[in-house]
């Protein structure tokens, strides 16, 4: 994929660039720099115990097709996005790699999502921290508790939807990436902040259009091989409502880093 090429329409939901210096092809070597305990602490973290939902869609793109019952064991999950602030900890660590394609303003921000990682790099930050990216079916769990709904606080028509969540636009206060401890009405029921909007976020699995047609019913993990392409959750500060449903899936490769992409972690 090409450095100039068009952002995926869930991220960004119009044509974005980033120029080359926005795009890696390297994976990171973890450095030897232990991460400070209150970042390995749970006590920032959602506990969510195990349970059984529908995953997909009845109503939706294709790849979202078919709706499935999926069984997730239980698991922590930040509530917060990961930051600036801590992300570079672990470079300054020299276990992760930069930041890349991202206003120097938005990392001088030190409570910004930490946007402009590669899925390695976040991949690094979560292992550094003595935990790791979840899977998609523990993401859209964690998003769609406790009854499948449509948002992770529930239901909102497409105008009500900026007064909960950071999309497209200035609608809901805030034009391009915010502070990751905002729109406390768009927090699930867990506490889990802003899993829709503000910054994408990676999760662990490789990406397959036709996934759903074969994943099997308990704790799914993604395809077994490279598909080429890592997934993608919970639309950005560029996405429109629809493409941040608690069930809309994307996709990236997992060597770019862009300025619509961040993550949280999850640990067992």
Not at 51 to 68: C, L, S
Not at 109 to 120: D, F, K, N, Q, R
Not at 184 to 196: L, T
Not at 223 to 230: A, F, M, N, Q
Request: charged share 25%; with cysteine.
């Amino acid at each position: 994929m090409g450095c100039r090429n068009q952002l995926s329409k869930m991220l960004l939901g119009v044509t974005l660039t980033v120029a080359a210096t926005g795009c890696t092809s390297f994976r990171f070597a973890e450095g030897s720099g232990g991460a400070p305990k209150a970042l390995k602490s749970t006590e920032n973290m959602a506990r969510l115990s195990g349970g059984q939902f529908e995953m997909g869609a009845h109503a939706g793109d294709p790849h979202e097709f078919p709706p499935h019952q999926v069984t997730v064991d239980g698991f922590y999950l930040d509530k917060l996005e990961v930051t600036n602030k801590d992300y570079q900890r672990c470079v300054k660590a020299e276990t992760c790699g930069a930041q890349a394609g991202v206003d120097e303003a938005w990392l001088e921000t030190e409570t910004l999502p930490a946007v402009g990682v590669t899925w390695y790099g976040a991949q690094s930050y979560c292992r550094w921290v003595g935990k790791r990216l979840p899977t998609e079916a523990e993401w859209e769990y964690a998003a769609r508790r406790p009854d499948g709904r449509t948002y992770p606080w529930g239901e909102a028509s497409k105008k009500e939807v900026y007064q909960y969540a950071n999309l497209r636009g200035d609608a809901d206060g805030a034009d391009r990436l915010s502070d990751v401890v905002g729109y406390e009405k768009g927090h699930s029921d867990d506490g889990i902040s802003q899993m829709a909007g503000n910054a994408a976020e990676w999760v662990s699995d490789w990406f397959s259009s036709t996934y759903y047609e074969e994943s099997p019913a308990a704790n799914p993990k993604g395809p077994d091989v490279s598909t080429g392409r890592r997934s993608v959750r919970g639309g950005s500060w560029s996405s429109t409502p629809y493409n941040a449903r608690a069930n809309a899936r994307d996709s990236e490769d997992p060597n770019r880093a862009t300025n619509a992409i961040g993550f949280r972690c999850a640990k067992d």
